[in-house]
């Protein structure tokens, strides 16, 4: 799960950020106080967990037009300051009608389909009943989005689908978790999958999905997948540590020699304090329903992607700090993507395990004791020699 840091110096970025909003919201504040926008949509869809079953769905739009795609494209946000990215996630003004999650057709969502579909940003206008609540929503899983107000009338100018976004919303006779993987495959984004599972779009038995359920459903599908692949590989025959920082988070990644084990672990500091948080799983998969929610998933993505490519198995340990300076949160494609460019990196390759964690553990704020006192799978390693683990 993403944690508001709740320490003085988070306050101060967060305070920062938003004036930064408000800023924006003199820019265009005739327009988020009007009862219309007129903009062009990255594309970018949303359905609210609010009211389930019968949930709010509706597009996001800014208002500009020209080449938005940067404002709903996670894969495209390396470099990004946090401050960025919020700036220009709380220009999409959302419009937000209630549908029953099982109506996946009609006229309104399979507008929203047809803008889930496009290989580029939409010209669109939306009307609404009354003008936007100058509100804006912070759940951790999604990104950040801007003022939203119920939307009286939709339209969206016509552009061209992508080729494998179409054909597995026209296949019927698929699973939902096969059109995920065939998506995953032909290499569509993992931020453009979930927007398509999100609206309804994939599968036999459609229906719609809030966004932040859709995230980590499609992390979890791609990552068992890969997962199952990876199993038939050879164990790697040394340690390898990698590391990343963003936006306030450091990322650090233990591959060590054993048969696929995994485990994450958070911590981060509330009012003073160090909390943690931890999952973990062997060859079985997770036997429960993860403590750490989106975050285990999108991180258990990224490095499996790494084994697949490399065709070798490991154990893996993630180790997260969340650092004041991550003041809001914005989603946990930050961690799919902060530990994926982790994995683009060199890997230092220790001597022995306990290097390897000394090594991890360094980069971090935190003690090594302190990180093996939250690890059921460090706690068991350290237990026994790593070769009874083969």
Known sequence: MC???????????????LAKWHESLSQYGNLFSADSISGSTPPSVFVGSFNYPKVFAGPMVPPIHGDTSL????????????????????????????????QTDGRYIESLQEVAMSSRPADSELTFERA???????????????????????????????????????????????????????????????RCFSIGMLGQKRR??????????????????????????????????????????????VLFPHRWVYEMIEAWYSGGILGFGSDSEDARGIDHKPAIAGAYHAARLAVAEYLARIKLQAGVIILREIRPE????????????????????KPVI?????????????????????????????????????????
Request: glycine fraction near 4%; hydrophobic fraction near 40%.
């Open 132 to 194: 936007p609540s100058k509100i804006i929503s912070l759940d951790g899983y999604s990104a950040p989005s801007g003022p939203a107000a119920p939307v009286k009338t939709v339209k969206f100018s016509d552009t061209p689908s992508l080729r494998a976004v179409e054909k597995a919303f026209y296949d019927r006779d698929m699973s939902a978790q096969d059109a995920v993987m065939s998506l995953y495959n032909s290499g569509v984004d993992m931020s453009r999958i979930q």
């Open 350 to 390: 220790p001597d022995n395990f306990e290097d390897a964690l000394n090594m991890a553990s360094s980069k971090t704020s935190i003690s090594k004791s302190e990180w093996l006192s939250h690890g059921r799978i460090l706690k068991m390693l350290r237990q026994k020699s790593i070769s009874d683990f083969f």
């Open 71 to 102: 404002f709903d494209s996670p894969e495209m946000w390396k470099g990004k300051t946090l401050e960025e990215i919020v700036n220009f996630r709380l220009n999409l003004v959302r419009g937000t009608r209630a549908v029953p999650v099982n």
């Open 3 to 17: 944690i508001v840091v709740c320490v003085q110096n988070s306050q101060e970025i967060r305070r920062a950020i």
């Open 326 to 345: 991550y003041a809001i949160p914005v989603g946990v494609w930050q961690i799919r993507e902060g530990i994926r460019e982790a994995m683009r990196q």
């Open 208 to 253: 719609l999905v809030p966004t932040r359920w859709s995230i980590t459903a499609t992390d979890d599908i791609v990552s068992k997948s890969l997962v199952c692949e990876i199993l038939d590989y050879s164990v790697i025959d040394s340690c390898q540590v990698f590391s990343y920082s963003h936006l306030g988070n450091v990322f650090c990644i």
